[in-house]
C-alpha cells in the first residue's frame, strides 16, 4: 500500500512565528489587552511545522494548543516578546509577526490593587517598541513578513507600514468587514509586497490562509537563494 509523505518543503529552515495579543499590566490583576485571538499564527506555526521547518512559536497568552513540532516560548507584555524575539532573529530564515502588540502599555505598573476609591481614574499610557520596525533595521539574511490590521484605507496604510518596516510581505486585513481578523475562525486579507503589488484572497478559514501564505514565503525563499 502507498503511504503519501507530506512534501516537507520548509526542511532545514529555521523560521519564528508571533501569535496572540500581549497583555499590559496595570495592577497585580489587571491588565490593558486586545481581541486578537492568536489563531493565525497558530495556524501559520502548525502549517510551518508539517513542512518540515524548524518553528518557534514567541506566544502572548491564547489558551490555544501549541501545535506538533513547535517551541513555544510563552510571554506575556511587548517587552518580554520584543526580548524572546531579538534573541531568536539572528538564526531564523523567516519572521512573521502575527500577533497583536500592545502599541501602548501603563507607564508605571502599580504594586497594589487599585481601589474604587475616585469617580474616575485616569491612566497614563506610553508607547511600546515597535519590534517588527526593529527587526526590519536589523534585516541581514531574513525574510520578514508582518501583518496590518486596518479599520480604513486599507492599502495606503498598508503599503505605509511595509516600506516603514522593510518588509518581505505583508498581510493585511480589514477588520471591519465579516469573517475577517479578531476572534474570528476565518480571515479575509490582502497580501502585498514591497514593490506595489496587491493580491487580493478570497475569505478562507485560517489554516487554508496559513498554507497560502507560506506559499509565497516559498516562492520568495526560492528567488532569494
Ligand atoms: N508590531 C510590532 N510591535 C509593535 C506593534 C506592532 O511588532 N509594538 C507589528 C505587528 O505584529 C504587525 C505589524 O507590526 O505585524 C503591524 O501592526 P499594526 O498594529 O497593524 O500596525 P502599527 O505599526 O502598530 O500601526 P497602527 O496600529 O498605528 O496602525
Ligand atoms: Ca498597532
Redesign the pocket.
Known amino acids: 500500500k502507498e503511504v503519501l509523505e507530506p512534501k516537507k518543503e520548509l526542511a532545514r529552515r529555521a523560521v519564528l512565528v ?1 501569535a496572540g495579543g500581549t497583555r499590559e499590566p496595570i495592577d497585580p490583576v489587571r491588565y490593558v489587552g486586545n481581541r486578537s485571538s492568536g489563531k493565525m499564527g497558530y495556524a501559520l506555526a502548525e502549517t510551518a511545522a508539517l513542512r518540515g521547518a524548524e518553528v518557534y512559536l514567541v506566544s502572548a497568552p491564547t489558551g490555544l494548543t501549541v501545535p506538533d513540532g513547535v517551541q513555544v516560548i510563552n510571554v506575556e507584555t ?1 517587552e518580554q ?2 526580548r524572546a524575539v531579538l534573541e531568536l532573529y539572528p538564526r531564523m530564515d523567516v519572521v512573521i ?7 501602548y502599555r501603563p507607564r508605571a505598573m502599580v504594586d497594589q490593587k487599585i481601589k474604587k476609591n475616585e469617580s474616575s481614574l485616569v491612566l497614563e499610557l506610553e508607547k ?8 526590519g533595521r536589523q534585516k541581514t539574511h531574513q525574510l520578514l ?6 479599520t480604513e484605507d486599507l492599502i495606503n ?1 498598508a503599503r505605509e ?1 511595509i516600506n ?2 522593510n518588509l518581505d510581505l505583508l498581510v493585511a486585513n480589514d477588520v471591519t468587514q465579516p469573517g475577517a481578523g479578531f476572534g474570528s475562525d476565518t480571515n479575509l486579507v490582502q497580501i502585498l509586497y514591497p514593490d506595489g503589488t496587491v493580491e487580493p484572497q478570497p475569505v478562507m478559514d485560517k489554516l487554508a490562509l496559513s498554507e497560502v501564505i507560506w506559499d509565497k514565503i516559498q516562492q520568495l525563499l526560492l528567488v532569494k537563494k
Not at 509577526?97 to 502599541?103: G, H, P, R, T
Not at 513578513?145 to 486596518?150: Q, S
Request: charged share 30%.
Open positions: 508571533t511587548a516578546m520584543r509577526k502575527a500577533a497583536a502588540v500592545a502599541d511600546t517598541t515597535d519590534i517588527l520596525a526593529e527587526l513578513v508582518g501583518f496590518a490590521a486596518e496604510n507600514k516603514k518596516k
